[in-house]
């Protein structure tokens, strides 16, 4: 059981939090426009790395906010946590969609 | 009461045994004696009771091989009725004052067990010969006798009597281990103010040291033992916990501790313990030896003969021959002596042993033999004898005894490292793999960590809660290390095993019978690698997890595959260390604590109409029976009342999540199929929700109540993952949208009157709306109040009737209720249930999504590709809809059913196959989805799915059910009032 750092309640047991995939992944700004190649990669394609992995996580039975871990996948060593729609000081750069106006 | 069962073979003075406290108990419905203190297998010894039970798969008799968890043989069911406990490892089972325990896994009886014939034909069953037989005529032939004989101990089949604990901790430093390396460390971190737990297995702490013959500062060990654990029993910061064992390790130190209640009332307690740092002072295990024969009782590792002897006062044989291939079996011999025991000699697989341990045997009249192994053993329910060769085979004789003590060498405890992703390396000197790389936060200290002496042990546990304390507090003054003036014989000078390979019948795995034999079978057919060699001979597999033999049954491996231990690694080592009660992991949440259940505000006015009561997340009354009505009576009058007059259904439960905010329309429009924009306030719409890969997630009804303000109708059992789904779009990718949302289903109470007389029910009710149908139409809404209640009512039907949902504060749900049925008697309301609401939306072909919709159910599919297709803005899922997949005609479509035999019943899940007389095997067409008997159109209905559907009007289909066969008729999913003349009443 993982013991995460939720970046506003403090470290929890992993019991309290729902985890919600990889993070960063940029939703097309005009779906209408995306081949079905893109639209797949949005829906399905992963980065399933050997080593750190930029992921959401919600902490449902607690402040109920979603966050972003970045999480090494061999050894589960949380590296940092960070707020969703911010970028993790420990790894690249990420480009991002806009799903808004 | 004869002299046989009363104690026979104990010391008349000595051990750890409270000899003023005399027990009783029964063993095989034989009553023996014991005392307070002593464990199953300690008093059984104590009574001369030689043959314990029955190996696993040759039913070969077993005696007691070891004194602790690690037992393989001693198997035993313990207790009575609902509280008996199979499979029990007897050295670990208390002594208790009418303790009941029985051998298994042999019949009828442990002395005369029919099952020994497959010893006698033990070559027809290698490891994995049911992979081999068993074959004809088909395998089911004969797997009610196989898996009748298969197994060990017998199950239980009424629930678990008992109850069990739960707790969580947190503390700085867990101690696992209460030997002398944990005792030294819990006390140093202790008195430097560290919160610290100290787990032992045991009933007490002190582990090897109340056993073998240590002094320490001049005084016997338990002396500085009990000095300890009181000081560290007046610690506030120190929590003792004997009993405990630490069962895994899990993530980020998370640590999972089984603690067995003594004089409780909880039978165990389960411990979720987080600290910030972990001391594994665990110990090590004694080995068993590979040779012919080396399973018969009276055959028990040297250490464990030690404490038997030492703690328990129990005379384990008259007659002793020991075998090791290192030192530490010769304090055996010692401790043997001092308590005038016999051995007569020792056989020891190395050249060269210790001048001194050689001049101690010949003082005390003991044969050493050097070089030399074990080639048989003799003694059918107990040891005989023995003979020996040399190494290179050459007979040496044959030598009698009752007991044989072995040792194999020393396996440290490092399982919980293991589970914790330590590593580990082969080390040729012990003969065993010790810890290599330590994740942060472990330590391991002591003969866990393969330091041999008492003294460096302790010295190693001192340093490293020294190092743990500056790390985690602060300084700490170094612990006084108690001076060690008495020791034994440690376990130097290891010597690896010589193995006889000409000789199958060598066991490496006792409680599995695993044999060398079938070691050879496994590389023989190619399963060399060490997971593989486990799971084709079953090595290891067993309740004790191949604690006394798995070590050399790699070693086994390596020496058949010309391969190194350190390159055949180990299996991996997985939590619980011993076996967890699953009663423990449930802890309290069984039976009506197993979930919530949920009760509908007005509970007690459907109680009082007889209501039968159904969970569907809220306990809601299916029907209502009167009079003696059956179910279905109850269900085909309630409907007949809503269409011919009136009823009154409670959808209390129904989802209400408020979206509020400057841009709720924006969001809600890309979050429905539908236009939200233009819906004006004051009216309501159907919508439905989908997920991006364009599959229906939920329906529903969405009401605006102001610009800025919508109230959303979710499916009862779904509103927190809809509310939940919307929350993870305003977070993650809107997060500049102006809108909150508020999960309001508790605040308030719903109740639909529905019927031909509804309005004129709800106008008895004193509405502060107009709510005639100009002012009121269907899919319009009011706020106001009715019968002086805060509401909001919406003209909304499921059922197909003209009908009003009335919202009112959910405090208030039991009194309105009432005062609704009250207002209806005139117009004979009727109360309707769950069942017969489902019996009126099949009628009007209205979706229950998650039965007529599934996991590929598109807008489309259900019959709203036109409103889909016609949004033009962007919403949820809407782009995977234009993919190929999703433009198929053949896709699989709503339609209503009708069987030609209008009585016939349908089932949904039923096939459908196109055409009439249609037989499988074929590609199905669809199925049922939902059915019932419709009161109104007095004849059978349903509602599936089916492949291009909507084309088939009129076709008849073949429905497959199980192995019936009938035909239905294809038509409008509408069956009642198609053109919706009811609604617009």
């Not at chain 2, 034994?488 to 000409?502: K, R, Y």
Request: charged share 20%.
């Amino acid at each position: 059981m993982l013991r995460i750092p939720c970046p506003y309640c403090g470290t929890r047991d992993q019991d309290e939090f729902k985890f919600g995939g990889e993070s960063h992944i940029a939703r097309p700004a005009q779906p209408e426009q995306a081949s079905d190649a893109e639209w797949a990669q949005y829906l399905f394609y992963r980065t399933n790395p050997k080593g750190i992995h930029y992921e959401r996580w919600l902490h449902s039975f607690g402040c109920r906010r979603w966050f972003n871990l970045a999480r090494d996948t061999v050894t589960h060593e949380i590296v940092e946590a960070y707020p969703m729609g911010s970028q993790p000081q420990s790894g690249p750069i990420q480009t991002e969609g806009h799903g808004d106006d | 009461m004869t002299d046989s069962r009363n104690n026979s073979a104990r010391l008349p003075d000595g051990g750890q045994i409270d000899r003023s406290r005399p027990l009783r108990f029964t063993f095989n419905g034989t009553s023996y004696a014991g005392f307070e203190g002593d464990t199953l297998a300690s008093a059984l010894l104590a009574n001369g009771v030689k043959v314990i039970g029955r190996s696993f798969k040759y039913h070969r008799p077993r005696g007691i091989f070891t004194a602790g968890e690690e037992e393989p043989c001693a198997l035993v069911e313990t207790g009575v009725g609902d509280a008996r406990v199979p499979t029990c490892r007897a050295p670990v089972v208390p002594l208790e004052d009418g303790l009941v325990a029985n051998s298994q896994n042999c019949w009828p009886s442990v002395n005369f067990d029919l099952g020994r014939l497959v010893d006698l034909t033990h070559g027809l069953w290698p490891a994995g010969f049911y992979n081999k037989t068993f074959k004809w005529p088909s395998w089911h032939t004969w797997e009610g006798l196989i898996r009748k004989s298969a197994g060990l101990g017998r199950p239980l089949t009424g629930p678990d009597p008992d109850y069990y604990e739960q707790v969580n901790a947190y503390c700085d430093l867990l101690v696992c281990g209460g030997g002398p390396a944990g005792l030294l460390a819990a006390l140093a971190a202790g008195r430097a103010g560290l919160r610290v737990i100290l787990a032992e297995q045991a009933d007490s702490f002190g582990g090897v040291l109340n056993w073998e013959d240590v002094d320490l500062d001049q005084a016997p060990a338990p002396t500085w033992v009990a000095g300890v654990a009181e000081e560290l029993g007046q610690l506030h910061n120190v929590l003792l916990l004997p009993r405990t064992t630490v069962t895994g390790i899990y993530d980020h130190l998370v640590t999972s501790m089984l603690q067995t209640g003594h004089g409780t009332a909880w039978r165990e307690c389960f411990w979720t313990v987080r600290p910030r740092h972990i001391l594994l002072t665990t110990g090590a295990i004694e080995q068993g030896l590979i040779f012919p024969g080396n399973d018969r009782p009276g055959i028990m590792l040297a250490g464990a003969a030690r404490q038997y002897l030492n703690r328990y006062a129990v005379r384990v044989g008259e007659q002793v021959i020991v075998s090791t291939n290192n030192d530490s079996a010769y304090q055996t011999v010692f401790d043997l002596a001092r308590r005038g025991i016999k051995v007569s000699t020792v056989i020891d697989v190395r050249r060269n042993v210790s001048e001194s341990l050689r001049n101690r045997l010949s003082e005390l009249g003991v044969y050493l033999l050097p070089a030399a192994r074990i080639s048989g053993t003799r003694g059918g329910k107990g040891i005989t004898a023995v003979t020996i060769e040399d190494l290179d085979g050459h007979d040496l004789g044959r030598r009698e005894c009752d007991l044989l003590a072995v040792s194999g060498g020393w396996a440290p405890r490092v399982h919980l490292l293991a589970h914790a992703r330590g590593s580990l390396r082969f080390d040729d000197a012990s003969q065993s793999f010790l810890p290599d790389r330590l994740p942060a936060g472990i330590s391991v200290a002591g003969s866990a960590n393969g330091t041999t002496g008492l003294d460096q042990c302790l010295a190693e546990a001192a340093e490293h809660a020294i190092r743990i304390c500056e790390t985690l507090g602060g300084p700490v003054d170094p612990p006084q290390l108690p001076k060690v003036t008495r020791s034994v014989v440690e376990a130097d000078l290891v010597a690896p095993m010589q193995i006889d390979s000409s000789q199958p019948r060598q066991w490496i795995d006792l409680a599995h019978d695993v044999t060398f034999g079938d070691a050879e079978l496994a590389v023989r057919e190619g399963y060399v690698s060490v997971e593989h060699f486990k799971r084709y001979t079953t090595t290891g597999m067993s309740v004790d997890q191949g604690k006394t033999g798995n070590l050399n049954a790699f070693i086994v491996l390596g020496a058949l595959t010309g391969r190194e231990p350190g390159e055949v690694g180990t299996t991996t080592f997985r939590p619980p260390y011993t076996p967890v009660t699953l009663g423990a992991i449930a802890g309290r949440n069984t039976g009506e604590f197993y979930a919530p259940r949920q009760y509908l505000p007005a509970h007690t006015s459907h109680q009082k109409l007889n209501a039968r009561f159904e969970d569907y997340g809220w306990q809601r009354p299916d029907c209502y029976p009167q009079d003696g009505e059956s179910d279905h009576e109850a269900i085909l009058r309630e409907v007949r009342s809503v269409r011919n007059q009136v009823g009154v259904f409670d959808n209390s439960p129904i989802g209400k999540l408020e979206v509020r905010g400057p841009d709720a329309a924006e969001f809600l429009n890309r979050v429905y199929i539908n236009n939200v924009l233009s819906l004006k306030t004051g009216h309501c719409r159907y919508g439905l929700m989908l997920n991006e890969n364009g599959v229906i997630i939920d329906d529903g009804v969405f009401i605006r109540l102001g610009d800025d303000h919508f109230l959303l109708n979710t499916t009862s059992a779904g509103v927190a993952r809809i509310h939940s789904m919307l929350e993870e779009w305003l977070q993650c990718e809107w997060p500049h949208l102006q809108v909150v949302v508020d999960d309001v289903t508790t605040q308030w109470a719903n109740f639909t009157v529905a019927g031909p007389a509804a309005r004129q029910v709800v106008e008895t009710l004193d509405p502060s709306m107009d709510i005639s149908a100009q002012a009121l139409p269907h899919m319009a809404c009011a706020i106001g109040t009715v019968a002086g209640l805060d509401t909001r009512l919406v003209r909304v039907s499921f059922s197909g009737e003209l009908s009003f949902e009335i919202n009112v504060p959910a405090r208030m749900a039991a009194s309105f209720f009432e005062t609704i049925l009250e207002a209806g008697k005139p117009f004979d309301i009727a109360p309707y249930g769950v069942e017969a609401l489902m019996v009126l939306r099949t009628e009007k072909g209205y979706l229950h999504v998650g039965s007529d919709t599934d996991g590929s159910s598109t807008p489309d599919d259900v019959g709203w590709g036109r409103v889909a297709r016609n949004k033009t803005t962007d919403y949820i899922g809407k782009r995977s809809l234009f993919r190929l997949a999703n433009q198929d005609l053949d896709r699989k479509q709503l339609v209503g059913l009708e069987p030609l035999d209008r009585q016939q019943a349908l089932r949904p899940g039923g096939h459908l196959l196109i055409g009439e007389n249609r037989e499988p095997p074929a590609e199905t067409d669809g199925w049922i989805t939902s059915a019932c008997f419709s009161p109104t159109l007095e004849r059978s209905i349903a509602l599936g799915v089916l492949k291009g559907g909507r084309e088939k009007t009129g076709e008849i289909l073949t429905v497959c059910d199980g192995a019936q066969r009938f035909s239905v008729k294809v038509v409008s999913p509408v069956f009642y009032d198609p053109s919706n003349m009811k609604l617009r009443e």
